[in-house]
């Protein structure tokens, strides 16, 4: 019967560890001596022959609720301190799960060695040897950022948790593997972390490292050079002209006029001076002549500031950003056109995670929706056109559509069983206007 409980046990612990009162103390955020025994002692009261089925399915379901954690509601000094306390958890076991292999092939689980690590001739191309097969996991933070933990490296996330901008899983042999990164910024320091993991799920306990810089491609090696001028000015939008002396990328974000100038990198990965994304952002591909877009979703009589880079086919970056300050202007001189779409959505059908939302506009050009949990507070429409929280940041679920002046129907997809959530919805026609205040319907899904 003591084979039986293991799993039961050890989700008690969970449980009991993590309705403990917020310690403030970082070192405080793991096992106990005491509680560790008890994982201990339940361990080695398990047979044999199941130990390690069991543990892995423990680890499994502790991943998957530190993922679940990460996206909850909590602040982040809780989601941090569960988070630790897991990782802790899953850390023991894991170490436990190297106690259980027996033979050449399981033993000393951390023998997956990683040798000769090194840039190629190739742009940003990578080569390394392992000593055995199966999975790699790498993202790559620009140079100075705090060394991720392994669990982190895995979740293609930073030392915060945000997720990286470059990274990836690999499938690697037991000899000589190569790959190749794409997309970095020419003339740029980065570090490489990366962690192993074999057909055991024994996954390495620190990411190693390796820094580099992104050095350019020696044809084509100077970024295009381009003359911007503003366009038509309005209450949320703004139209800028580009001559660029070369076909292909430029990118660009919009932020408050007191912002700091964030580095060419950082605009091309579309986040601000500290790495945090940009609400107003996006990238398009340029023509060797005149070229023309449009800026939208901005707030009336508000100063701005967009800083824009230009790349060409062999990722040559401009260096510098290029910067224009500008001021939107009220509403009610913009268009002869200025009231937004009415509507009206109720919701139509549930299931355990989708919800089928009808409803019904005046005018026809684009509808915006997101999904949060019930409760999560409420949205500006800006924020919902740009699918963001109350604290900008975005939100999975979330899309845009076309709608008609009639009924429309949309689902909002990839919800989870059994919970309740708000759905704004606010519609904008073709003058940009949109709607003042979204429209917040009520749903919650069916269990399984």
Known sequence: MKTLNLKKIIWLLIITILSLPIISYAEFWKLTPSQREIVQRRVDSTDLSVRRSYIQTVV???????????????????????????????????????????????????????SNLATTSSLWGFSFNSSRAWTWYYVILPAGAIAPSSAQVKSWVDYIWNPASFKWTLNFSSWANNFNVS??????????????????????TAAQNLNFNASGSTSGSNPPTYTVSLGNLTGNGWTLSVNSSWVWK???????SWSQMPSSAQIRSWTDISWAASAFSWSFNLASWAN???ITWLNPNTNYVIYFVAENNNW????????????T??????????????????????????????????????????????????????????????????????????????????????????????????AEDAYWNLLLTPQAISATTSSY
């Open 292 to 294: 023309s877009f449009n």
């Open 60 to 114: 499994s379901r502790i991943d998957s609720l530190i993922a679940v954690i990460q996206v909850s509601n909590m602040d982040e000094s809780t989601i941090f301190r569960k988070v630790s306390i897991l990782e802790d958890l899953r850390n023991l076991l894991l170490t436990r799960l190297q106690e259980t292999a027996t033979g050449t092939w399981l033993s000393n689980t951390w023998s997956i060695n990683i």
């Open 329 to 426: 202007t009220s509403m009610s001189n913009t268009w002869a056109d200025s009231a937004p779409p009415t509507i009206a959505a109720s919701v139509n059908y549930v299931t355990s995670n989708t919800v089928t939302v009808s409803m019904t506009s005046n005018e026809s050009w684009t509808g915006y929706y997101v999904a949060l949990p019930s409760g999560s507070g409420s949205l500006t429409s800006n924020q919902v056109k740009s699918w963001t929280s109350g604290t900008w940041t975005v939100i999975p679920s979330r899309w845009s559509f076309n709608i008609s002046p009639w009924t429309n129907s949309f689902n909002v997809i990839a919800l989870s069983p059994g919970t309740s959530y708000t759905i704004y919805v606010v």
């Open 250 to 256: 430029w990118y660009y974000v919009v932020l408050p």
């Open 316 to 327: 040559n970056l401009n260096l510098f950003p290029a910067s224009q300050t500008f001021f």
């Open 183 to 204: 997309w970095l910024s020419q003339n740029s320091s980065y570090s490489l972390y990366f962690v192993t993991e074999d057909q055991n799920w024994i996954l390495s």
